[in-house]
């Protein structure tokens, strides 16, 4: 739709709401678990997007794996700072 009307709606209202970045899976659960997170969801006054959110960064940061663009730098400073590290990446860990 070409209508700017449409086109303000959709930014204020629809586009809000969601990252441009946003990505979408669909994930199965049982009915006991989903049970258990729709309970959560209610007992914590979260979303289940919100819950979901802070699952994956806690799965991320149990594996080390950044989870966002900033740690992802801080983790890529804090490495090349090593000893050792700088050598060790430039010679790709070819032997002469």
Known sequence: MNDPAWRVFQRRFVMAKKPT???RK???FDAETWQAL???TRDSMKTFQ???DEAFRDLLRKYGRPSDLKAALRQSVRSSATPGAAS????GGRHR
């Open 26 to 28: 669909l994930v199965e």
């Open 38 to 40: 729709d309970l959560l």
């Open 50 to 52: 919100e819950l979901a």
């Open 88 to 91: 060790q990446k430039r010679s």
């Open 21 to 23: 970045e946003a990505r």
